[in-house]
Nanobody, 122 residues
Framework: QVQLVESGGGSVQAGGSLRLSCKPSAYTCSMAWFRQAPGKEREGVATIYAAGGTTYYADSVKGRFTISQDNADHTMSLQMNSLKPDDTAMYYC??????????????????WGQGTQVTVSS
């Protein structure tokens, strides 16, 4: 089992920035952020592969969000800039020992964090 401890999140006005972090208890091949707004499906936001640092983003966040990972303790971060009200959601950290090309598929991740709320007001 891998424990994922999330931090960050909060409330911000549109155009503002927030940073989320997720510290894993062990090394995993892939780590990702998903988000779920009320009444909507959980969707993939971004992922990073530990080997090589490959990253992928949802079209809705490209150019605004940046995912990164600390090589020392594998902590993953998501820097969110130019936030919009549509970014309001519960954000979840996810991880798996395997790196899937279907990074946006929640079923490809075995381990999940407890979630952290991001609220963007207009």
């Amino acid at each position: 089992q891998v424990q994922l401890v999330e931090s960050g999140g909060g409330s911000v006005q549109a155009g503002g920035s927030l940073r989320l972090s997720c510290k894993p208890s062990a090394y995993t091949c892939s780590m990702a952020w998903f988000r779920q707004a009320p009444g909507k499906e959980r969707e993939g936001v971004a992922t990073i592969y530990a080997a090589g640092g490959t990253t992928y983003y949802a079209d809705s966040v490209k150019g605004r969000f940046t995912i990164s990972q600390d090589n020392a303790d594998h902590t993953m971060s998501l820097q969110m800039n130019s936030l919009k009200p549509d970014d309001t959601a519960m954000y979840y950290c996810a991880a798996d020992f395997y790196c899937s090309d279907r990074w946006y598929d929640r079923s490809k991740y075995s381990f999940w964090g407890q979630g952290t709320q991001v609220t963007v007001s207009s």
